[in-house]
């Protein structure tokens, strides 16, 4: 008897940790409850931790929260990879820290100055915007990126 609650408690403990796993790997998706400042932190976070979850998770994340027209310049998922990896925004991945100010708003847009401390410890500025959603849909009145300027260097933090 005391064997086999043994082994059905660890049978329920692996099940929960398999789960767990499941869980920890989605990427999270647009809610209209998600602020924009957060919106901004969701994307950096996963730049920074690239391929924590998987390859190029970071990236996927960061793709999640893209305003459609956005996803309309940069094409589709893989160019998407493509861009962030080339030399304009490479400097994204990976990174070691990066600091959100925003510069201004309105009821359907944000802006944001982003900071960021690449892995070769290069500052790097950008201007970060995101927009309401305002179309009927799943991302009705989400908050999503719509802009993303090229990064001005700021120097070495040594």
């Not at 901004?40 to 931790?49: A, D, E, H, R």
């Not at 861009?83 to 009821?107: A, C, F, P, R, V």
Request: glycine fraction near 6%; aromatic fraction near 10%; charged fraction near 20%.
């Amino acid at each position: 008897m005391m064997l086999k609650k043994l082994h059905l408690t660890f049978s329920v403990i692996v099940i929960f940790f398999f789960n767990v796993s499941f869980l920890k790997a989605d990427l999270l998706i647009p809610k209209n409850s998600i602020l924009p400042a957060e919106v901004v932190k969701i994307q950096l976070v996963g730049l920074m931790n690239n391929d924590r979850e998987y390859k190029d998770s970071g990236i996927e994340q960061t793709w999640q929260f893209a305003h459609p027209k956005n996803k309309k310049v940069t094409g589709p998922l893989d160019n998407f990879k493509r861009m962030i990896k080339g030399d304009t925004y490479q400097m994204m991945l990976n990174h070691l820290s990066h600091t959100i100010t925003q510069l201004g708003s309105g009821d359907k847009w944000a802006q944001f100055e982003v900071i960021i401390l690449d892995k070769n410890k290069i500052y790097h500025k950008f201007n970060w915007q995101v927009e309401k959603y305002i179309e009927d849909g799943d991302l009705k009145d989400c908050w999503l990126t719509t802009m993303v300027s090229n990064p001005i260097p700021l120097g070495s933090s040594i």
